[in-house]
């Protein structure tokens, strides 16, 4: 079998047409449903498998465990359970063997929830099988599962059923404009559970061969388009092209107070031409304002792409990559970057996205990605890249949901309720037309 060209940089262009379909508010669809999977709004197709990598299930079971987990949340609606809210944590911070006031409350939240086994007993302190209770709801929360109840645990503690119900309904909404990919092999990427799972599609049904967290573009500065796209190529050891909003906001007043960190950060100066322009020079800064030069940072250790990039063209220049600051990934919220997508386990991403070309095996993964010269790999076929958002899954049968950390939920919120009034006037005025006949 021959081997897939293997170029130095610059990469190489897709000689095929690109595919990138960015996704409306209402239309945003991800079904990281029973399992963690995907599901198609056509229920005669199937969904996508469990994270642990056990077989695929059909779409139908997918729908179902949604909507179970809506009518276990109606059902808890107006429980009394919620009427008052817990009370204050004793010095904002609850920890195991402490006493506190709300520990009855607080189990009976979590049996009702399903995070405690019914007829849990209240324990004098906060101590033993409530720990883990509250380890439980931390998981399904986004929460690190320390079992402390601090300033978030206890605010998502706090939060209505009702509150609930409304996300599993959006997530329903979402479900129902979702399709399979018609491709062997796909990527998604949940936003607001900051996590990718790569899935194996065969005869109609997919399975997730790995997942991985994720950090996504800033909420409140950078944040991460939702679109569709195709790989096509794979960067070993990349070059970083610093973008002009990041050169001009960023990088260029912190070389003018410290010129040093140009040579610091492996930094060079890039021409019109694509030729290296000479080293750090007031001059030179002044070219890359004017938008006559760049900056590029050289591959090595403190690449900001770390030592591999994972290309999906499309016109905000989004793609996967490395980092070399992977201590991030153990923050609960993950909202770090640019806009571009970091990926905590990029040789896992690479073995799958190259699944079908045995030659490139892990060791030579690794080699291309340490090698610190730019080589650009053109994958044999495309891998679809959805980047989407849903803030709540359904895995095992559990619930699980995330912030709305973009307000994504607001806006399909609201176009959901405009469009169930314009339904409800028009079926008013179609009523009062047939009276008049």
Not at 251 to 270: M, N, S
Not at 331 to 347: A, L, T, W
Not at 402 to 414: E, R
Request: hydrophobic share 35%; charged share 25%; aromatic share 8%.
């Amino acid at each position: 079998m021959p081997t897939s060209p293997i170029v130095s940089h610059p990469p190489v262009r897709p000689t095929r047409p690109t595919r990138s379909r960015y996704l409306p508010a209402l239309c945003i669809a991800i079904g990281l449903l029973a399992n963690g999977g995907i599901a198609t709004a056509n229920t005669s197709q199937t969904a996508i498998g469990e994270e642990s990598l056990a077989p695929a299930t059909p779409l139908p079971q997918q729908d179902a465990e949604l909507n179970q987990a809506l009518a276990r949340y109606r059902e808890l609606s107006g429980n009394p359970a919620w009427q008052k809210n817990l009370p204050p944590i004793p010095d904002s911070k609850l920890t195991a063997g402490q006493p506190y006031a709300g520990i009855a409350l607080l189990v009976q939240r979590l049996v009702l929830l399903g995070d405690l086994p019914a007829g849990t007993v209240p324990p004098a302190r906060y101590d033993g099988k409530l720990v883990d209770g509250v380890k439980s709801f931390q998981e399904r929360h986004g929460l690190t599962t320390d079992g402390v109840i601090g300033k978030g645990t206890f605010e998502q503690l706090n939060i209505a059923p009702e509150i609930r119900v409304r996300q599993l309904e959006l997530a329903l909404e979402r479900l129902r404009t979702m399709q399979l990919p018609d491709a062997p092999r796909a990527i998604v990427v949940n936003v607001p559970e900051f996590r990718l799972r790569a899935y194996q599609i065969s005869d109609g049904k997919a399975e997730v061969k790995t997942a991985m967290n994720v950090i996504v573009g800033n909420a409140q500065k950078t944040r991460t388009p939702l679109f569709e796209a195709e790989m096509q190529y794979v960067e070993f050891s990349p070059y970083w092209n610093v973008p002009p909003s990041i050169a001009k906001g960023e990088t260029l007043p912190k070389l003018r107070r410290d010129p040093a960190y140009f040579d610091q950060q492996g930094f060079e100066f890039v021409g019109s031409d694509g030729r290296v322009v000479g080293g750090f020079s007031e001059a030179n800064l002044d070219a890359v304002q004017r938008g006559q030069m760049r900056i590029r940072q050289r591959p090595g250790a403190k690449n900001a792409l770390g030592d591999v990039k994972f290309v999906f063209p499309n016109p905000d220049n989004i793609y996967l990559h490395h980092t070399p600051t992977p201590q991030l990934f153990k923050k609960d919220r993950r909202d770090f970057s640019h806009g571009c997508i970091r990926v905590e386990e990029p040789v896992q991403l690479a073995k799958f996205v190259l699944a079908d070309e045995p030659e490139w095996t892990e060791e030579r993964i690794v080699q291309a990605m340490t090698k610190g010269r730019s080589a650009t790999l053109r994958l044999r076929e495309p891998v679809p890249v959805i980047i989407a958002y849903s803030t709540t899954v359904v895995r095992d049968g559990r619930a699980y949901f995330f912030p709305d950390i973009y307000g994504h939920d607001k806006v399909l919120d609201d176009a959901m309720r405009q469009r169930q009034i314009a339904l409800q006037s028009s079926n008013t005025q179609t009523i009062g037309a047939k009276s008049k006949d």
